[in-house]
């Protein structure tokens, strides 16, 4: 095991449980009832969940834990100022204000790594200088990523979806066309929105010069449940489109749409 060196005890309150930091010992983990949910720990978890902050894995006294540094924080606010909504009246602080806040919180405790150039599993230690530092400095998430119920029923029957995937060979003639239409269905579905999407968006990105998109992207990796249902769109905040662009466009689409009914068969084809 790699030295630990000496560091004063840290009480972490977590969703759910408590975590101990003492010197030269490893983590205790022990259960108790939820505390109450605060705008930070909500900010902490959409943080977290975005793909866009990038995350490891690392091992922290015995306990495998994910950490992120300092700087990519930081970075990741300045480009996803909407995330900052989420703090309510301190949304205007800085990244290192914010980060100082996380530390006071316990929802995060800066560490460094035993071993610098360690090319496999990072080990870290939580240092005594507990203050936020957008420099060379590794941050570990203290609290439990908490999954909904759906979620837990969902992988609960992923077993019971491969086993009837495996065993459609011996479906009745009748099941299998229910499946194979099903799945058309749902294909054609998925491709219809996609198009009205993009239609509205092009037409309205062309005509007014605002960025709309009715529907959620459905193929958006960060997209959520609730996401999956929502109807209107985010309020665009982007810049407008240049005038050239939106008449270029225009024009683009218009030889398009004349190219397609130019080349678009006859009504003795098609009874043909």
């Not at 560091?7 to 101990?20: D, F, N, P």
């Not at 400095?137 to 119920?149: D, E, G, N, Q, S």
């Not at 239409?181 to 007014?208: D, E, P, Q």
């Not at 010069?209 to 997209?223: C, D, H, Q, S, T």
Request: aromatic share 12%.
């Amino acid at each position: 095991m790699f030295p630990c060196p000496t560091v004063r005890a840290y009480k972490i309150r977590t969703l759910g449980s408590i975590l101990y930091l003492t010197p030269h010992t490893p983590i205790h983990l022990t259960y108790k009832e939820s505390a109450e949910k605060d705008l930070y720990l909500s900010f902490a978890e959409k943080v977290r969940d975005h793909k866009d902050l990038e995350s490891r894995w690392a091992v922290l006294q015995e306990i495998r834990v994910e950490y992120f540094r300092g700087k990519d924080f930081v970075s990741f606010l300045k480009n996803h100022p909407e995330i900052r909504d989420i703090l309510g009246s301190d949304r205007n602080l800085e990244a290192e204000d914010i980060g100082n806040t996380l530390l006071v919180k316990n929802l995060v405790v800066r560490c460094d790594r035993v071993v610098k150039t360690c090319l496999c599993v990072a080990f870290l230690f939580a240092l005594q200088d507990q203050t936020f530092s957008d420099s060379d400095a590794f941050f570990v998430w203290t609290f439990t990523k908490r999954h909904p119920l759906w979620q837990t029923i969902l992988s609960f029957s992923w077993p019971v979806l491969t086993l009837a995937i495996c065993l459609f060979p011996v479906y009745p003639h009748k099941a299998k066309l229910a499946v194979l239409y099903s799945c058309a269905g749902i294909l054609l579905l998925i491709l219809s929105i996609l198009l009205l999407r993009a239609a509205v968006f092009g037409v309205l990105w062309i005509v007014l010069g605002k960025r709309v998109w009715i529907f959620p992207n459905i193929l958006a990796e960060e997209a959520t449940l609730s996401e999956l249902f929502r109807f209107w769109p985010k309020k665009d905040e982007d810049e407008p489109p240049k005038w050239t662009a939106r008449l270029f466009y225009a024009l683009l689409s218009v030889v398009i749409i004349l190219l397609l009914r130019h080349h678009a068969p006859d009504e003795a084809a098609r009874a043909r």
